[in-house]
């Protein structure tokens, strides 16, 4: 067990990724590391490198903003992980996931919010890929893009899940863009392959596809269900509004979902 707490009011300033790793540990349980901070506490990459990357350990992390990284911020594998009141803020990948990679990983999420990441794939805000799970309670995905660097179709501004489950409640998917140097899909949120339910789940203000005629088109403006055989959704009280996606034949045209 490795207990890391940062004092209030300081920032770390990485100039390489805090990596955590525990393959080699000799137990059989999972490590646990917990990194907690007072208030105002952070660790900043300065657009140097990621932040956090964990593989093959228990991670609890409460109180801290995480912040520009420029290989995404925080990247999971093979890892049992809670997020609680934490902020990521202003990441970017050449790859997918800007603020968070979940990969074979059970993660939790308790008041987090995600702003300002980017991806040049897929998933601004949270890719969640190879069959793990997210749970996200009073959380927020704003103000995220997915598709920076032209491929013909980037999944999910803000979060893409694909073969995996997600389940998602009292939170909010606002401002997000899929699609932003060409096509998109699933501007707010994609699914594929993925189980699902969303309950007290508001996305809003979110759009696929480039905002430039002639570039790319885009499907699901707010949110994208994938038609592959398995997905199973469950929807309470979730709510899409003010989205659209943009059809480019010749020039860009809006249709509200």
Request: with cysteine.
């Amino acid at each position: 067990r490795a207990n890391i707490r940062i004092p209030a009011q300081t920032t770390i300033n990485l100039t390489s990724a805090l990596e955590v790793d525990g393959s080699l540990a000799a137990e059989a349980e999972l490590p646990v590391i917990n990194i907690s901070g007072g208030g105002g506490a952070a660790i900043d990459a300065q657009g140097r490198s990621g932040v956090l990357f964990a593989s093959r350990v228990s991670l609890y992390v409460r109180g801290l903003r995480i912040a520009n990284g420029n290989q995404g911020c925080v990247r999971l594998y093979r890892t049992l992980a809670r997020f609680e009141d934490v902020s990521v803020e202003g990441c970017k990948t050449p790859g997918n996931g800007g603020g968070f990679f979940i990969e074979h990983s059970d993660v939790a999420f308790e008041r987090v919010l995600i702003r300002h990441c980017v991806a040049a794939q897929n998933g601004g805000g949270v890719f969640l890929t190879g069959r793990g799970s997210l749970v996200a309670l009073h959380s927020s995905i704003a103000n995220c893009s997915a598709g920076y660097s032209y491929v013909d179709e980037a999944y999910g501004g803000c979060l893409a899940a694909e073969s995996s489950a997600l389940f998602m409640a009292h939170t909010n998917i606002t401002e997000c863009r899929g699609g932003s140097a060409g096509g998109g899909v699933g501007g707010g949120v994609s699914l594929t392959s993925t189980y699902s339910r969303l309950k007290s789940v508001k996305i809003a203000r979110c759009s696929a596809g480039a905002a430039t005629a002639g570039i790319g088109g885009g499907f699901g403006g707010g949110l994208f269900v994938g038609s592959t055989a398995g997905d199973r959704m469950n929807f309470s009280r979730a709510n899409v509004s003010h989205s659209y996606w943009l059809e480019v034949s010749p020039s860009p045209s809006c249709a509200a979902t």
